[in-house]
């Protein structure tokens, strides 16, 4: 088994952005009750940003024998706008505030798409791949991200906040624009966060290209059918390039699927434990 590998779970799995907000104290207790280590923490969901509340979260986890592992949030920093990227920059350095807060080690960076696909359904027709906004390049695009990426790399130093760059969507769709981005800047402060579902065709050999550099990773499940779309993920096989690459940190599950996730958070758990004790470790 590969013991050093812990388990986490996504509040997002038990909240796919319809109806009321799943509270997060429940999301806590019911990991607790999973025995899975951590878990993350899905900004919008959460019911507010008032210190207060971010210090009951903290206690509540720890009565709980919880870790709190990543703040998970959304920016975009594709936008010939100057004003448009410093207003999401902004967002980025509160939101490291408010893990800093927490307590939590991680947040999860994107780099934003182009918008030039309104409905995320259509995005997710197209798999991802979004044209460029007219008179502006995906290098222009890249420029954008890598210089407001760097600019909150002195707050995520001061708040000891990683930035972890997922592959999701624009820029990011392939693994080669996240160590794009990741090698531009080199700095220890900013790291890749390694989504299994994400990758819509040929995962595997994308995800290895992603694994020796990840410090944090998303585990997809689909029971009920995906929300968006299913995929057919072999959990051994990606235990077995996570071995490969040496990697130590948390696992986290993202449950995407349409069944009651009471019943498919605890499937999805019970199917990653066995999927990673199948891996000897080395």
Request: proline share 5%; glycine share 8%; net charge negative.
């Amino acid at each position: 088994m590969m013991a050093a590998v812990k388990l986490g779970v996504s509040s997002y799995s038990f909240w796919h952005f319809r109806g009321d907000k799943y509270p997060i104290e429940t999301v806590i207790e019911r990991a607790s009750a999973l025995g899975v280590q951590g878990v993350e923490v899905l900004h919008r969901q959460m019911a507010n940003e008032e210190t207060p509340y971010l210090h009951r979260l903290k206690r509540h986890a720890f009565e709980n024998g919880i870790d709190l592992i990543c703040l998970s949030i959304h920016q975009n920093f594709i936008s010939p706008d100057p004003e448009v990227r410093k207003t999401h920059i902004d967002h980025t350095i509160r939101c490291m505030q408010i893990a800093h807060e927490m307590g939590i080690p991680c947040i999860r960076l994107n780099s934003g798409r182009w918008g030039t696909i309104e409905s995320f359904d259509r995005l997710m027709e197209l798999r991802g791949d979004e044209p460029p906004l007219p008179g502006h390049t995906e290098d222009e695009a890249y420029a954008w991200c890598i210089d407001a990426t760097e600019q909150c790399l002195i707050a995520a130093e001061k708040y000891g906040v990683l930035l972890a760059l997922e592959n999701h969507w624009g820029l990011t769709r392939e693994p080669e624009g996240v160590l794009r981005i990741v090698d531009a800047i080199g700095s220890p402060w900013l790291s890749v966060l390694m989504d299994t579902g994400n990758f819509l065709e040929a995962p595997y050999g994308k995800l290895k290209k992603m694994a020796d550099r990840a410090s944090y990773v998303h585990a997809k499940t689909y029971y009920g059918g995906g929300e968006w779309y299913t995929l057919d993920l072999d959990y051994v096989k990606v235990a077995e390039i996570l071995r490969a690459a040496d990697y130590k940190g948390y696992v986290s599950l993202e449950f995407e699927g349409k069944e009651d996730p009471e019943i498919a958070v605890p499937k999805s758990v019970a199917m990653l434990r066995d999927a990673f004790e199948a891996v000897p470790s080395t």
